[in-house]
C-alpha cells in the first residue's frame, strides 16, 4: 500500500478511460473532507495495435488498485458519439478498467461526462479547462502539480462527483399520497 493513502477513511479512484490516453486520480477521504493524492495519465499511443493497448489498461489500472487499494472505483461512462469505431473502443477501454477493478472486488460507479462536469462545477458544459481550475480550486491543488494533459484532472473529477453523490445523506421515502400515508399510520388518524 503506498503510504499516501494510509490515513484516509475512504479511497476513492477516479479514471477518465480512452485508448490514445487513460487518465486517473485518487482522492483521499476523512470525514467530508476530500484531498488529492495522485493524478496521472497512461499514454497508450506508442502502442501499436489497440488490443496490446487494452492490454497496458488492465496492467497499469491493476497496479494502480494494488498501489493505493482504494475503496471505490468512479468511471467516466463513454458518451453517444457520432463515429461507431471509436465509440466501440472506448467502451471496451473502459471494460477493461472496470474488469482490473473487479479482479479486486472494488465497487465500481458510473457517471456520464455531464454529471461530473455538474457536480464538480456546476454546469454541465463546462470545458475540460473549466472543471481542471475548479479542481484547483476545491482541493487546494499547487498550479505546479497541475498536469498538462487534462484527462488526470477528468479522471480527478469523476472521484471528486462520486464523493459527492455518496456522501450526500439520503432522505428517507415518505408516504407518495395522504391515502398512502393514512394506510401508513392508522393510529393517527382521529375517529369521531
Given at each position: 500500500m503506498d503510504e499516501r493513502v494510509r490515513n484516509y477513511e475512504k479511497v476513492i479512484m477516479g479514471i477518465d478511460p480512452g485508448t490514445n490516453v487513460l487518465g486517473y486520480g485518487v482522492l483521499g477521504v476523512n470525514g467530508k473532507q476530500p484531498e488529492m493524492?495522485?493524478?496521472g495519465v497512461v499514454e497508450l499511443s506508442k502502442f501499436e495495435s489497440h488490443y496490446k493497448r487494452l492490454h497496458r489498461i488492465f496492467e497499469r489500472v491493476?497496479?494502480?488498485v494494488e498501489q493505493f487499494l482504494p475503496d471505490e472505483l468512479a468511471i467516466e461512462a463513454?458518451?453517444?458519439g457520432k463515429n461507431v469505431q471509436s465509440m466501440l473502443k472506448l467502451g471496451r477501454a473502459q471494460g477493461v478498467a472496470m474488469a482490473a477493478a473487479l479482479c479486486r472486488d472494488i465497487p465500481i460507479f458510473e457517471y456520464a461526462p455531464l454529471s461530473i462536469k455538474q457536480a464538480v462545477t456546476g454546469r454541465g458544459s463546462a470545458s475540460k479547462e473549466q472543471v481542471a481550475n475548479m479542481l484547483r480550486h476545491i482541493l487546494k491543488i499547487r498550479e505546479e502539480d497541475m498536469p498538462s494533459?487534462?484527462?488526470a484532472t477528468d479522471?480527478?473529477?469523476?472521484a471528486l462527483a462520486h464523493h459527492y453523490a455518496s456522501s450526500r445523506?439520503?432522505?428517507?421515502?415518505?408516504?407518495?399520497?395522504?391515502e398512502q400515508f393514512l394506510r401508513q399510520n392508522p393510529d393517527r388518524i382521529i375517529r369521531k
Open positions: 493524492v495522485v493524478m491493476t497496479g494502480l463513454p458518451f453517444y494533459l487534462l484527462d479522471a480527478l473529477a469523476a445523506p439520503q432522505m428517507p421515502k415518505g408516504p407518495t399520497s395522504w
